[in-house]
């Protein structure tokens, strides 16, 4: 909430049509006090939002500051206050619904504005209040209008060369006013104007209103919100209109799944902090135990364990701690893109830890993440460790398929082991994700169950399309090691028909763009095996 973080402030100047009549208001709201009929509301940590109790209702709005460059931008742009009043403006001369401001003005710290209030509540709330399954007849009819209306307006905003900054569905609040429904664009000063609006924001701005964390919306509802969008601004048609929506599904889909899992992450996660280490870990996990004993964790693997696979910059190990044994991945590196990663906070440590929980949420089968830990401290660290639960008596498919042999396709088609991976990697890209290494040696499975688990998903990562390289990658590549094991071609066939079913993809299309990616790795097996040595 905003005002924890507000500091008292002396008005300096306030202008407009009500600046006379709010005057003294602002300067008790400004100083941190609540004058008479006035109460603070929640509100984001860079502005302080307090309304009126009474009628008429009014809105006040304080600007607080978010960084050291908001000075820099505000020389450029004005501050955002004054941006919020230029780009109200355009909304309304443009015949768009906003509130109407009332007055503004700034102190010696900070500026702020007054606007009209407007009976209505955000989208998300409207949606998530009025519409929990099960609905009745009319709750669907009056659902299904709301999303025409809501997506006619969309497409009005887009059709006029409008961008809105910051489109999350609480931006746009929603009344019903007899047996229609009333609409109002706020948090407007980021917004802007564009002579043709390019690709890339449009697509931004439907994937922000398209992100509902509680899954409110379902693919049918997105559907129809995108009909109207599109028949309010028919700019895309035809495959362009589809992959267009392929596109803001996708990541809306897998902004929702983010959301989803650092819920999941805070409800059930630990943060562990010492001198030299950081990290998380499940509560109550193998993990949790041991380093509450004060154990070293550099120590902890060095000392003890079986090591199940040494490179350059990857050990594998199969420790024990208390209540049984763990998978522990340790990795080290001291190039440039490996520091570059550091600075980002995109070294494989943290995406293994994330994607792990991103799979768990979907109910894909992974290997269970128990907790990870950076070692030393800056930028300049170089060791990290992962943990994950231990898959006893499960070994890869390539293994699986050394043993059995001739019996291996039987197997394979007794189980459904291939129309159950098709359909995986469906749920997986359908969520906007990818694996990023598909071949069978990070395919575990048991031989007798015909259970299996993902591992090794520090390659996993968000997808920008329904069908990009990657997407392309994660298909080609377990293709590649049916075609080398001699599996049937019906077995192949049969992946590819079952994933594109799942996906509502063209299977021809599929096929085409996947096998130049087969022949390609191919061809460098083929390489790699005549080498010598």
């Known amino acids: 909430m905003g005002i924890a973080e507000k500091k008292p402030d002396t008005l300096c100047a306030i202008q407009g049509a009500q600046a006379q009549h709010y005057e003294q208001q602002v300067r008790l709201l400004m100083s941190g006090e609540l004058p008479a009929g006035w109460q603070w509301i929640a509100s984001s940590r860079d502005t302080a939002v307090a309304v009126t109790t009474v009628e008429p209702l009014v809105y006040y709005k304080e600007f607080l500051p978010r960084n050291s460059f908001e000075r820099v931008k505000a020389l450029l742009r004005g501050n955002r206050c004054e941006r919020a009043r230029r780009q109200g403006d355009i909304l309304r001369a443009e015949g768009l619904p906003t509130p109407d401001l009332l007055c503004w003005g700034k102190g010696r710290q900070n500026a702020f504005l007054i606007t009209r209030g407007f009976s209505g509540i955000g989208f998300f709330h409207y949606v998530k209040s009025h519409y929990a399954v099960p609905l009745s007849p009319e709750q669907i009819r009056e659902k299904r209008l709301l999303l025409a209306k809501a997506g006619a307006l969309l497409g009005s905003m887009h059709r006029q060369g409008i961008v809105h900054g910051d489109l999350r569905q609480n931006n746009l609040l929603v009344s019903k006013e007899g047996e229609d429904f009333l609409f109002t664009l706020i948090d407007n000063e980021s917004n802007r104007k564009w002579p043709h609006i390019p690709?890339?924001?449009?697509?931004k701005n439907l994937v922000q209103f398209a992100i509902f964390s509680d899954n409110l919306l379902s693919r049918s509802d997105l559907l129809r919100l995108f009909a109207a969008y599109s028949a309010s601004y028919p700019r895309f048609a035809g495959l362009r209109k589809r992959q267009l929506l392929q596109i803001v599904h996708s990541r809306s889909q897998a902004r929702n799944l983010?959301?989803?899992?650092?819920?999941?992450?805070?409800?059930t996660c630990r943060s562990f902090t010492t001198e030299n280490f950081q990290g998380k870990f499940v509560a109550d996990s193998i993990v949790d135990q041991q380093l509450a004993r004060g154990v070293d964790p550099a120590q902890w693997f060095c000392q003890t364990g079986q090591t199940l696979k040494h490179d350059k910059n990857i050990t594998v190990k199969l420790l024990s701690g208390p209540g049984g044994e763990l998978i522990a991945k340790r990795f080290t590196s001291k190039n440039l893109l490996y520091y570059a990663k550091i600075w980002l906070k995109k070294e494989r440590t943290l995406r293994l830890w994330e994607m792990s929980h991103c799979f768990q949420a979907l109910g894909l089968p992974v290997a269970a993440p128990l907790g990870y830990v950076l070692e030393g401290r800056g930028p300049w660290r170089t060791v990290s460790y992962f943990y994950s639960?231990?898959?006893?008596?499960?070994?890869?498919?390539?293994?699986?398929?050394?043993?059995k042999k001739e019996h291996f396709p039987a197997w394979l088609k007794k189980k459904g082991i291939i129309a159950r991976l098709a359909r995986l990697l469906a749920i997986l890209h359908n969520n906007g994700l990818c694996h990023g290494d598909t071949k069978w040696a990070n395919i575990l499975a048991d031989s007798g169950s015909g259970q299996f688990w993902l591992i090794d998903l520090d390659g996993a990562g968000r997808l920008s399309s329904a069908l990009d390289r990657r997407v392309r990658k994660d298909l080609s590549r377990f293709l590649v090691d049916m075609i080398e094991t001699g599996l049937p071609r019906s077995l192949q066939e049969e992946f590819v028909a079952e994933y594109c079913r799942l996906r509502r993809l063209n299977r021809n299309l599929v096929q085409t763009e996947i096998t130049?990616?087969?022949?390609?790795?191919?061809?460098?097996?083929?390489?790699?095996?005549?080498?010598?040595g």
């Open 389 to 403: 639960r231990h898959l006893a008596g499960a070994r890869d498919l390539v293994v699986i398929g050394r043993e």
């Open 258 to 267: 983010e959301i989803k899992v650092k819920g999941e992450i805070r409800a």
């Open 516 to 532: 130049p990616h087969i022949d390609k790795t191919l061809a460098r097996h083929r390489k790699k095996r005549r080498a010598p």
């Open 199 to 203: 690709r890339s924001q449009i697509i």
